[in-house]
């Protein structure tokens, strides 16, 4: 068998326009993403250059409106995206995902006097965003969350500690929920905090497994003042736009984890069909070549899950309980795929010299965010069982 170089993949895409944006996304992955992503991971470096080229490229802002900068691009073509550039460094992808993440506030429930004022720099304008929900004793509970904003006058102020922050301490704005009536999700309310407003600080980022180029941080308000024309939406509507947020972001982050599973074939791929023992590639035995078949098939299981849970969402159609699915099986498949990829370069997989154990640490961290497993499996059981009795 002769030494066989990974494919990219054949994506189904919808227009020609479609097919251009991933041509442009493979061109800056191949120029400017993958050459450096190894090494610069190593080094914890935060690629602020990466994601201001893709800020002029215009994809920051893929699935919103032309009106304001956005790309007017369907989910269905946004999330191959994230795939693509996440394939070539998780940092990059998820990054972009947070990003998006961080402008679903304004972009779906602010005032159009707001949205023109502050959308067009945050989708095309070279800031970057992140997105604060998170504290830390508040995570899966995100309904008891005690950062509170109290109404002075025409502004507020806002007390509190927000934990686990990607982009934490290097974002241009905070898309923020915090507390401003009574327990519970309904007392809680979304604001557009400007990221050097005084009284906003970032504590020293994590030392994390994986993903060490993207700052994750905690962030302290210490009586930070914002005009109430930051505040997105009605009051004590900010978890509901929080949740709205989150089935799209778990979309995302199942799109950011076959980008990971993807790369990890790819790997395992490369070495087993270019390394021989016993006179043949070890591509040529069983054992393997039915790993290779299960990664694969995994991979494309994933992939067709999150793209129809994102043309449910194009469509206009209810999609929580299939994005919680794609979200779950999907991160469960990179996480799966990314441990076989180091079983098929066996010592060298455990090495740095090879990036597959690299994907195994970044993986892991993807069946935790925006929303852990677990609760993944609540919200499809919630679906499919109705509400827990008490």
């Not at 934490?168 to 401003?180: I, K, M, N």
């Not at 995302?252 to 990890?264: D, M, Y």
Request: charged content about 20%; aromatic content about 6%.
């Amino acid at each position: 068998m002769p030494d066989r170089a990974p494919q990219p993949v054949d994506r189904q895409l919808p227009t020609e326009e479609a097919r251009d944006l991933i041509t442009l996304v493979r061109d800056i992955v191949q120029r400017e993403i993958a050459p450096r992503a190894a090494e610069e991971e190593d080094a914890g470096h935060f690629p602020r250059e990466v994601f201001s080229l893709l800020s002029d490229s215009g994809l920051l802002g893929l699935p919103y409106d032309s009106e304001f900068g956005g790309g007017d691009q369907p989910y269905e073509v946004y999330l191959q995206v994230l795939e693509e550039l996440a394939a070539a460094r998780l940092t990059v992808g998820l990054g972009v995902s947070v990003h998006s993440l961080a402008c679903h506030a304004l972009a779906g429930f602010g005032a159009k006097e707001q949205q023109a004022e502050h959308l067009p720099a945050m989708l095309g304008g070279g800031l970057l965003g992140a997105y604060c929900l998170s504290e830390p004793a508040s995570g899966s509970d995100a309904a008891s969350l005690r950062t509170k904003a109290v109404r002075d006058g025409d502004d507020w102020v806002i007390t509190g500690t927000k934990a686990w922050i990607t982009h934490g301490g290097v974002a241009d704005f905070y898309t923020v929920l915090a507390r401003t009536g009574v327990d519970g999700p309904r007392g809680i309310t979304a604001f557009l905090v400007p990221g050097d407003a005084p009284g906003l600080n970032a504590a020293a980022p994590e030392k994390k497994m994986g993903m060490k180029g993207s700052p994750t941080a905690q962030l302290h308000f210490d009586g930070v003042r914002v005009a109430d024309s930051r505040r997105l939406g009605e009051e004590g509507q900010g978890f509901a736009i929080a949740l709205s947020a989150l089935d799209s972001g778990r979309l995302g982050i199942a799109a950011c984890a076959i980008g990971v599973a993807q790369a990890s074939l790819d790997a395992a791929l490369e070495y087993a069909t270019g390394r021989r023992q016993f006179g043949r590639p070890i591509a040529d035995f069983q054992g393997l070549r039915f790993m290779l078949a299960d990664m694969a098939t995994r991979i494309e299981a994933g992939r067709s899950l999150y793209l129809a849970a994102a043309r449910l969402r194009d469509a206009g159609r209810p999609f929580s309980q299939q994005a919680a699915m794609a979200k779950l099986f999907c991160t469960d498949t990179a996480m799966s795929v990314a441990i076989d990829a180091v079983q098929v370069l066996g010592g060298y997989g455990y090495t740095q010299d090879f990036p597959v154990e690299r994907f195994m640490r970044e993986a892991k961290v993807l069946q935790i965010v925006e929303g852990t497993n677990q609760i993944q499996r609540m919200v499809i059981a919630r679906h499919l069982a109705g509400p827990e009795t008490r």
